[in-house]
């Protein structure tokens, strides 16, 4: 059996969501804060162009340190949107909410991981 690395999960899901924002943008937009300057679309796209460098810079061994710190930094900045989806779907059937707030805990693993493939890539 495989097990994957850690820094190619890390690397993997961000390439992976940068491409989703760029080719599906429309569920991303929904749950941008309403107070962000600008528009809900170039929040969407900057994210998405984000987690793609950040994706890259973990992937290569050469950038992985600074791209795993920048992960951890990323997961941090956009946890407003998942706060923001938790309180917009706070009144949809019990399957939603429990999505939308169990996204909420899953940033602190995700930090740690990104954490940790910057500690290991020293």
Do not use: K
């Amino acid at each position: 059996m495989i097990v994957p690395r850690p820094p190619a999960v890390l690397a993997g899901g961000l390439l992976t969501m940068g491409v989703l924002h760029g080719v599906a943008p429309a569920p991303f937009d929904t749950i941008v804060p309403p107070w962000l300057p600008g528009s809900a679309r170039f929040w969407t796209y900057a994210s998405g162009v984000a987690e793609l460098a950040v994706g890259a810079a973990v992937a290569a061994p050469r950038t992985r340190r600074a791209g795993a710190l920048a992960a951890a930094a990323l997961f941090v900045a956009v946890f407003p949107a998942n706060v923001q989806m938790a309180w917009d779907w706070r009144r949809r059937p019990w399957p939603w909410r429990a999505v939308a707030f169990g996204r909420l805990p899953l940033q602190a693993p995700m930090i740690a991981h990104a954490l940790r493939v910057h500690r290991e890539a020293g």
